[in-house]
C-alpha cells in the first residue's frame, strides 16, 4: 500500500473544502430537494469523466450485465456510475475510492436517490484491495488508472479480487501520439509526475500480462473531443449552470476543462473504452 503521505495528498488533489456542504446548497438554489433526487437531476456532479453519463451508458450496455451481479467500481468518486449500474441493471455494487471527501457525497447522494441499500462503500486504495479472492463477477473502471503509481500491481489485484471467467470494463485515459507535454492541469493531475498516462501499446501489454482477455478495445475519442467541446463552451459561457464539476474541483476546472479539449485536439491524450476477460470462458452471472 502506497505510504499514507502519498496517499492523503492524492486524495486531497480530488476534493474541495466543504463539498458536502457546496454541494447541498447547489442542489437547493436550484430547487431541487438535496434528499430527495433522481441519478439524472445530479448527473452534472456525479458522472466526473470525459463524456459524462452518456459515456457510461454507452459501455454498460456492452457489459451483458445481469441483475444481481456483484460489481467493483474501482475509483468511484462521487459515486455516479455505482448508481447507474445499481438503477438501471440491477447491479450489487460496492464502490471504493481513496477520498474520504468524495465517499461522503456519494453515501449522501444514495441515500437521496434511494438507492443505499444496494450499494457498499469504502476507502481503499486500488493497489492494495481489503477483499477475497475472487469476490466480484465484474470491475468498473472510470478514469481510475491514470492516477495509479503502480500499474502492475493494480491489475494484480483487480484480477485477484475478480472471479474465473469474470469481466473489467474499462473507460480510461491513455497517452496519445502528440508531441509535447500535457497542457496542465487536468482534473486528474496539477503536476506531470501527477500523470501516469500509458501508451494504448503499453496498457494493452499490461492487461495481457495481467491475464485479462481483450474482448473490446476501441478509440472514442473523436466522441469525446465533441462532449468536451460543448461542455467546455457551456462551461466558459457561465449563465445559468448551477450544477457541474466546477462545484466539485472548484474554479480551477474550468482551466482543467479546457487543457482537456485542447489535450485531446494534440493527441496527447486519447480516450478508449474496453472489455476484457479473465480466465475461463464463464458468462457473467450471480453465484
Not at 462521487?78 to 460496492?94: C, F, I, K
Request: hydrophobic share 45%; net charge positive; aromatic share 6%.
Amino acid at each position: 500500500m502506497p505510504p499514507v503521505r502519498e496517499r492523503d495528498a492524492l486524495a486531497r488533489r480530488y476534493a474541495e473544502p466543504h463539498l458536502l456542504q457546496r454541494l447541498r446548497t447547489a442542489l437547493d438554489e436550484a430547487g431541487l430537494d438535496p434528499e430527495r433526487l433522481s441519478c439524472e437531476a445530479v448527473a452534472a456532479i456525479d458522472q466526473l469523466h470525459v463524456g459524462g453519463r452518456r459515456a457510461s451508458r454507452q459501455l454498460a450496455d456492452r457489459a451483458d450485465l445481469r441483475p444481481g451481479a456483484r460489481v467493483l467500481d474501482l475509483g468511484c468518486g462521487t459515486g455516479g456510475s455505482s448508481r447507474l449500474l445499481m438503477q438501471e441493471y440491477g447491479a450489487r455494487v460496492v464502490g471504493v475510492d481513496i477520498t474520504p471527501d468524495y465517499l461522503a457525497v456519494a453515501r449522501w447522494l444514495n441515500r437521496a436517490t434511494g438507492l443505499a441499500g444496494a450499494c457498499a462503500l469504502m476507502r481503499a486504495d486500488a493497489s492494495h484491495l481489503p477483499f477475497g479472492a475472487a469476490s466480484f463477477d465484474g470491475i468498473w473502471v472510470q478514469h481510475t488508472f491514470m492516477n495509479v503509481p503502480d500499474m502492475d500491481r493494480a491489475l494484480a489485484e483487480a484480477v485477484r479480487v475478480l472471479r474465473p471467467g469474470g469481466y473489467l470494463w474499462l473507460h480510461e485515459v491513455i497517452r496519445g501520439e502528440g508531441d509535447g507535454p500535457l497542457s496542465l492541469p487536468v482534473p486528474w493531475a496539477d503536476e506531470a509526475r501527477h500523470s501516469h498516462l500509458l501508451t494504448r501499446e503499453a496498457l494493452e501489454a499490461r492487461l495481457r500480462a495481467a491475464g485479462l482477455q481483450t474482448l473490446v478495445f476501441e478509440d472514442i475519442s473523436q466522441d469525446a473531443l465533441a462532449w468536451r467541446s460543448k461542455h467546455t463552451r457551456r462551461e466558459a459561457a457561465g449563465g445559468g449552470i448551477r450544477l457541474s464539476p466546477v462545484l466539485i474541483f472548484g474554479p480551477r476546472f474550468l482551466d482543467m476543462g479546457r487543457n482537456v479539449m485542447e489535450n485531446l485536439k494534440a493527441d496527447r491524450i486519447r480516450i478508449v473504452q474496453a472489455i476484457l476477460r479473465r480466465g475461463d470462458d464463464r458468462s457473467l452471472a450471480p453465484a
